[in-house]
């Protein structure tokens, strides 16, 4: 059992930048691949990026590609994303979650998620 629980989300000014944080808990943390997915109020889930095993290996959704980064530190049990030149698309309710498996954009082959952060991007 995995508990995930994020924080860092707020309201900023398009072109702001915000650093979400999801800590991990209950289980050791370094031998799953961990991702950020978003979801807009009446949207599905929609994957914005993931990390693999080791944090050598990255993977970003073309929409946030060069303005996103991912990056975990196991010593602590936490994944970042760090968002950088934000849009009002953005906007969204940032979910972490946790798996053994491969790095995947699909939703429902991860294992655990945490409840959700908000962010929200002003025009």
């Known amino acids: 059992q995995v508990q995930l629980v994020e924080s860092g ?20 943390f370094s031998s799953y691949v961990m991702a950020w997915f978003r979801q807009a109020p009446g949207k599905g889930r929609e994957f914005v990026a993931a990390i693999n095993w080791s944090g050598i290996s990255t993977y970003y959704a073309d929409s946030v590609k060069g303005r996103f980064t991912i990056s975990r530190d196991n010593a602590k049990n936490t994944v970042y994303l760090q968002m950088n030149s934000l ?20 939703a429902g082959l ?5 409840q959700g952060t908000q962010v929200t991007v002003s025009s």
């Open 9 to 28: 989300g707020g309201l900023v000014q398009a072109g702001g930048s915000l650093r979400l944080s999801c800590a991990a808990s209950g289980r050791t």
């Open 87 to 106: 849009k009002p698309e953005d906007t969204a309710v940032y979910s972490c979650t946790a798996g053994k498996i491969y790095p995947t954009v699909v």
């Open 110 to 114: 991860y294992d655990y998620w945490g």
